[in-house]
């Protein structure tokens, strides 16, 4: 009888300590939330909007962004940081709310209108039916936050073409750096910072296209 007795009360301890096993892990796993980023548009004053409506004159220009190409690593929803050695770290818990490359072309095409004053800005795969004044293409070679000392670095080729023209009228390669803002967490920081750049490069590429119009 007491060895019965003494296997009931194993048995339901047993049962127990799973039992609290089960729910240690549940708690725990609930504690683990997926955050979503996306990419922002540079925020120009309004003022300072109106100001270059007012310079520009004569008919708007337009540009599509023709292509946007991402390193293979990139094009994953998990945000990527840049760790010693070549090594790579995907965040599972800190994730892209969608497509990182159609991000990408939204908010250049964004960046382009308010930058270059036009509504008359298109993204692929949706060309107007009548060609852009000039298209855009650009080729990302890396475009993350480095482990160590916490900066983002964003290196890209970029190549400005006119209407139907296979040769460009410009190609540059260009690198842009930054450093995420201390006051923000960590992903925030580095997801604003990306913003940033991609808004700097969207001003040089926007520059190229005035420059250019101004000398036809």
Wanted: charged share 20%.
């Amino acid at each position: 009888m007491k060895i019965c007795y003494r296997s009931r009360m194993l048995v339901v301890l047993g049962s127990f300590l799973a039992g609290g096993f089960l729910f240690s892990g549940c708690v725990s796993g609930r504690a683990h939330v997926t955050h979503f980023f996306t990419m922002d548009a540079l925020a120009i004053p309004q003022q300072e909007t109106a100001s270059r409506k007012d310079a520009s004159s004569g008919k708007p220009i337009s540009v599509g962004v023709a292509a946007i190409r991402l390193p293979q690593y990139l094009e994953r929803p998990q945000i990527v940081t840049r760790g010693s050695g070549n090594r790579l770290y995907l965040s599972e818990f800190n994730q892209w709310g969608g497509n990182l490359q159609k991000d990408l072309m939204r908010t250049m095409a964004l960046n382009f209108s308010l930058l270059l004053s036009t509504p008359q800005v298109s993204i692929t795969p949706y060309p107007p039916p009548i060609p852009p004044d000039y298209r855009v293409e650009v080729e990302v070679m890396r475009f993350e936050k480095e482990e160590e000392g916490g900066e983002v670095t964003l290196l890209a080729q970029w190549r400005l073409l006119e209407k139907e023209e296979k040769e460009a009228v410009a190609t540059q390669m260009t690198t842009l750096r930054g450093m995420p803002p201390k006051s923000a967490g960590e992903y925030e920081g580095t997801v604003a910072t990306m913003s940033r750049l991609w808004g700097e490069l969207s001003t040089l590429i926007a520059e190229a296209i005035k420059k250019n119009a101004r000398g036809r």
